[in-house]
């Protein structure tokens, strides 16, 4: 992997979910937001202006998409 200078799997899977999320928060694809996504009410030393409060669902429902990228995102 180093020769090649390629970055790992793991590495591009996290930045298509980061580029998607940003497009789907923009509304630059036919993708709506789900309604339990907020801002969070204030911002502190921990969070940035585009951070997410992080919603809680079942064990399974927590490996979806939106759940996971918002939790990627706050990181």
Do not use: C
Request: glycine share 2%.
């Amino acid at each position: 992997m180093h020769s090649t200078a390629w970055r790992t799997l793991e590495n591009r899977r996290k930045d298509s979910k980061l580029v998607l999320f940003y497009k789907v928060y923009l509304h630059r694809v036919a993708i709506s937001l789900p309604t339990n996504l907020e801002v969070p009410t204030r911002l502190n030393r921990h969070t940035h202006p585009f951070s997410l409060r992080q919603f809680h669902t079942g064990y399974d429902y927590f490996k979806s998409f939106f759940p996971n990228t918002t939790v990627l995102l706050n990181s």
